[in-house]
């Protein structure tokens, strides 16, 4: 069973807003969403650990996204606000176990996740 389940994404004109929300059920005490368009790298927007809250956000997003996460339901939202064309991507969440917080930031900035979801897009038009 895929211990991440991804929902949200879209098309919207630029300017516009989109939340994406991620429902684990694995051990993913460490979470974060990444982007990658066609022949680039996966690109992380943002590393949280529960209990602690965001430990990154990515330069080129940190003025215009927020996440947070749901201890309840396990889910971890993204919220993307003014939206640009260039904002245009697959964008995936993952997750993995991490004693602490160091770690989880160093697994997320390194792309090392144990588990990822299938991804969802997200289309900016101008």
């Known amino acids: 069973q895929q211990p991440l389940a991804e929902s949200g994404g879209g098309s919207v004109q630029a300017g516009g807003s989109l939340t994406l929300s991620c429902t684990t059920s694995?051990?993913?005490?460490?979470m974060g969403w990444f982007r990658q368009v066609p022949g680039k790298g996966r690109e992380a927007v943002v590393i949280?650990?529960?209990?602690?809250?965001?430990?990154y956000y990515a330069d080129s997003l940190k003025d215009r996204i927020r996440a947070s996460r749901d201890v309840g339901t396990n889910t971890l939202t993204l919220r993307l606000n003014s939206l640009q064309p260039e904002d245009t991507a697959m964008y995936y969440c993952a997750g993995d176990s991490a004693p602490d917080l160091r770690s989880c930031h160093t697994k997320g900035t390194s792309r090392e996740f144990r588990y990822w979801g299938q991804g969802t897009q997200v289309t900016v038009s101008s």
């Open positions: 694995g051990d993913t005490i460490c």
């Open positions: 949280h650990y529960a209990g602690a809250g965001v430990l």
